[in-house]
């Protein structure tokens, strides 16, 4: 093993940093050179890259995002795309590939093994729905951000008896909704595993007026869904490379519907990429950086098309065959029975 490649895509979270310093940092002491490729596959594609030493990576633990770039660049969505990355793996002599991302550039990697790519997968997404491992890169860093939004949103809603609707992130699994409004206390949170329905929610309302409690503070996912309309709200009709629609406004369609039965104010909060900016909190560099540790490990002992996952207190390596056959991780049923205890 003489030579890595780095290669961070998708949506940026906070953490990546952290993991491309402990992969680059683990690599050197083996004696081994890096390669970072920037912008995500684009990179590869292009063979847009740059050397790595000590040095490049030096004070990039607490920064958040990725200083390689990123994008949503698909290989396979690309005439003779597969082809040009292998050719640049080869061109440059790289013995594998460390590839940082959610369940679509992971996906990448573990479709280019027929081209004889040899990678290692680190899950890297503020949704944390990449399934076989508890935690990814970000998620913990974006659910202390929607934490601290309810923290907020509590003062003025208590103010001016308002209900406030806080819409985040998560397309298809509602981990970040659920967790953040948890722990920030909210009184409704809505996810996609579960389809809501307006009244409902109006109901929940309603009954924390009659206990005497003059406001409501609302999280919901931006994948979440109305039983009445039984789809997801969309931003406009095109997708992205990997076929998915852009999601957005599910928090102001929730508002318009209460608004027409529910004598309340109502106000909406689109926390958008404030969840992903930032620095990384302590368990999200800590995580980051063993799992870059354990994934030149996993190259260094020649077990390719594999991802590092958290289980318990370990890491340990699962197939990126299975991550991507399992992949959007939902929240179990108990998380979802435990989110309408507290209001």
């Not at 000590?54 to 995002?65: E, F, Y």
């Not at 309810?150 to 970040?176: C, K, N, P, Y």
């Not at 595993?193 to 999280?219: L, T």
Request: charged letters at 25%.
């Amino acid at each position: 093993m003489d030579k890595l490649g780095i290669i961070t895509g998708g949506g940026d979270s906070p953490g990546i940093n952290a993991a491309i310093r402990a992969v680059v940092r683990k690599a050197k002491d083996e004696g081994m050179n890096v390669l970072g490729f920037k912008n995500g596959w684009a990179g590869l594609l292009e063979d847009d890259k740059g050397v790595l030493d000590r040095k490049d990576v030096s004070g990039i633990l607490p920064v958040g995002g990725t200083f390689l770039g990123s994008s949503r660049t698909n290989p396979f969505a690309i005439d003779g795309g597969p082809e040009k990355a292998a050719g640049n793996y080869d061109a440059n002599n790289l013995d594998a590939l460390v590839v940082i991302g959610g369940d679509d550039t992971l996906g990448v990697a573990h479709k280019l093994r027929d081209y004889d790519i040899n990678s290692v997968g680190i899950p890297q997404t503020i949704d944390n729905d990449l399934a076989e491992t508890e935690y990814s890169i970000g998620f913990n860093s974006a659910l202390s951000q929607v934490m601290k939004a309810v923290d907020q949103l509590h003062t003025t809603a208590f103010s001016h008896h308002r209900v406030m609707i806080l819409e985040v992130m998560g397309r298809d699994s509602g981990w970040i909704a659920l967790f953040g409004g948890l722990a920030g206390g909210a009184d409704s949170i809505l996810v996609p595993e579960k389809p809501f329905r307006v009244n409902d929610v109006k109901k929940r309302i309603q009954d924390r007026e009659s206990a005497g409690k003059h406001f409501s503070i609302v999280v919901i996912s931006e994948g979440a869904s109305p039983k009445e309309l039984d789809q997801q709200i969309t931003r406009d009709s095109g997708t992205d490379s990997f076929g998915h629609v852009k999601l957005g406004g599910i928090g102001h369609y929730l508002r318009e519907q209460l608004d027409a039965i529910l004598d309340m104010p109502i106000r909406v909060t689109t926390l958008a990429y404030l969840q992903r900016g930032g620095e990384p909190t302590a368990f999200d560099r800590l995580l980051a950086t063993r799992y870059g540790v354990t994934a030149v490990e996993l190259c260094l002992d020649g077990q390719f098309d594999q991802m590092v996952a958290s289980k318990g207190n370990k890491i340990e390596s699962v197939s990126l065959e299975k991550v991507i056959a399992n992949s959007p991780k939902p929240i179990d049923s108990h998380l979802l029975k435990m989110k309408d205890l507290f209001y």
